[in-house]
């Protein structure tokens, strides 16, 4: 039962009482009583349970001792497969505000109100804790305006709290654009050195390779977790010796939607070749590998804050690099590469990549959040697949690496019984609000990349067939499961009118 439903349901041997406390707890008017299989027995109101007392009822009274027809003997519901427009009808023709939904059994499964037909469902919104302004005007008051300020050492402590590092490792920037870029910078990659990066990823993975003038080549993805698929890996590492006499010098990884690689193998083959592996760890903060953080899987890695990634400082990202001493050239290039001279002394080309001191007091208060933003993330998409199971909406969830857990950034699926690609279901589930999305387009068809080598092991590259029925759900932090049926029962009723 999901998080939400819990709040809202007690069993056959709740007291009056307990029922009054939940609802204050819950700061709700209405529960649902459901026997050990989860049956709903009846609907329970503010006003049954005051009646009742107004009868002579103590408050330890069983709410089932209670006269039946006091408590919701009969009660509106809808069947979980019903469509969301039978819904809505049921909810206005019936003047309530929320609903049940239940399955076959008669079993709980879902709440629908009101409210969640005409509210936006967006994609992912960023979210305040609610002590951000509270740092903000700290930071302000404290005339730390200018780009460094004691907020930057704090927020990066506490980055590298959450991924249990050194705190000298981790480089506060300005972007994860910018943590890749500079993490490249430092590593020396320039004119015509070869980056392996995967094609089915954010274009930010692969934009900093051409910012150094080296020539990145793609990479596709398993058919199961999305990540690096490690016999292309190969290939293209082979294809590079051959043709460029030399192994290229840097693997990108990128954990999409908060997955990982099956970083064990990846890193048997880029030792063998003395590759650096490089994680784009953009959409993982907060996931783990094997028990531990993302972050940590390769040489650096780099994060982003940006407005809908886990936690935000509207812009910004870090790098983590591997030890002290290159985590102080990351700083050093970030800062125009400024030699540590008492007047202007330079003798690289650096960039002024830093995150500046507010940015980073939003960061601080932000980051407090990450492991409940976490679970509930990890909520919603637990959330959509019972949803699309009750349904009957077939969905390939992108698998989770054995022993890892991911953060779910976003719920992503493909629905290869159904046709997504080109995007009409998707350009209608936006016109009513709902904001469905397509996954990453891989880079191997951008037509900027239209000149690059893609290694894969299939004629039909597996990252071409996920962008075709591949779907990110919307998964705004609080969005509630009413919504969620919403989505998906708007998104089932489409695709059965193109299939
Ligand atoms: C996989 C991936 N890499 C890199 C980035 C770049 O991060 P930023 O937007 O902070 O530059 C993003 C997000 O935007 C991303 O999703």
């Keep these: 039962m999901n998080r939400d439903l819990c709040k809202r349901t007690i069993n056959e041997d ?34 049954d349970l005051r009646r009742l007392l107004l009868q002579g009822q103590d408050l330890n009274s069983l709410v089932s001792e209670s006269s039946t027809n006091q408590c919701g003997k009969s009660f509106i519901f809808a069947h979980i497969k019903d469509t969301d427009s039978v819904v809505y009808e049921l909810l206005m023709k019936h003047r309530i505000e929320e609903i049940p939904l239940l399955d076959d059994d008669g079993r709980l499964r879902s709440l629908v109100s009101r409210s969640d037909y005409f509210e936006k469902i967006p994609l992912s919104n960023p979210e305040l804790n609610g ?65 392996l990066v ?18 990145p080549v793609f990479i596709d993805c398993t058919a199961d977790t999305w990540g690096i698929c490690p016999e292309s890996l190969r290939k293209a590492i082979i294809f590079s010796i051959d043709e460029y006499g030399t192994a290229p010098k840097v693997l990108i990884t990128a954990d999409i939607y908060g997955g990982a690689s099956d970083y064990n193998l990846v890193s048997k083959i880029c030792d063998e070749y003395e590759i650096t592996i490089v994680q784009d760890a953009a959409e993982a903060f907060g996931s783990t590998y094997e028990g531990t953080p993302s972050g940590l899987q390769g040489k650096y890695a780099a994060l982003s804050f940006n407005g809908n990634k886990m936690i935000t400082t509207s812009g910004g990202g870090a790098v983590i690099a591997p030890d002290t001493e290159s985590a102080k050239t990351v700083r050093y290039l970030a800062t125009q590469a400024k030699s540590d001279q008492i007047y202007y002394h330079h003798e690289r080309i650096g960039f002024n990549y830093r995150l500046s001191n507010i940015l980073a007091a939003l960061g601080v208060a932000q980051i407090n959040s990450l492991a409940d933003r976490v679970s509930r993330k990890i909520l ?34 493909r629905l290869d019984n159904y046709v997504v690609y080109p995007g009409q279901t998707i350009r209608s589930l936006n016109q009513k609000g709902i904001e469905f999305r397509h996954v990453w387009k891989p880079l191997h068809m951008q037509p900027v990349f239209v000149n690059k080598r893609l290694f894969s092991v299939s004629d039909n590259p597996v990252s071409e067939q996920i962008f075709k029925s591949g779907i990110c759900f919307p998964s ?21 009118d193109v299939r």
């Design 198 to 215: 995967p094609t089915f990823t954010f274009i930010a993975s692969a934009a900093p390779i051409e910012y150094c003038g080296a020539i």
């Design 380 to 413: 919603i998409y637990e959330n959509y697949k019972k949803i699309c199971a009750d349904i009957g909406l077939q969905v390939s969830w992108m698998e989770t690496v054995p022993e890892s857990k991911n953060c779910r950034w976003l719920t992503v699926g």
């Design 14 to 47: 709740c007291s009056i009482l307990s029922a009054l406390e939940l609802m204050e707890r819950g700061e709700t008017r209405t529960l649902y009583r459901c026997d050990s299989n989860g049956v709903l027995l009846s609907v329970v109101t503010e006003g």
């Design 131 to 195: 002590t951000e302004v509270e740092h903000i005007s700290d930071a302000l008051a404290s005339n730390w305006i200018a780009p460094v300020g004691p907020y930057i050492t704090m927020f990066e402590e506490k980055i590298a709290a959450e991924l249990e590092t050194d705190a000298e490792k981790v480089v506060a920037v300005a972007s994860g654009t910018a943590a890749i870029h500079l993490i490249l910078a430092s590593l020396g990659i320039g004119r015509n050195d070869v980056v």
């Design 476 to 496: 705004n932090l609080d969005i509630t499961p009413g919504m969620q049926f919403r989505a998906v029962s708007v998104l089932s009723q489409l695709l059965r």
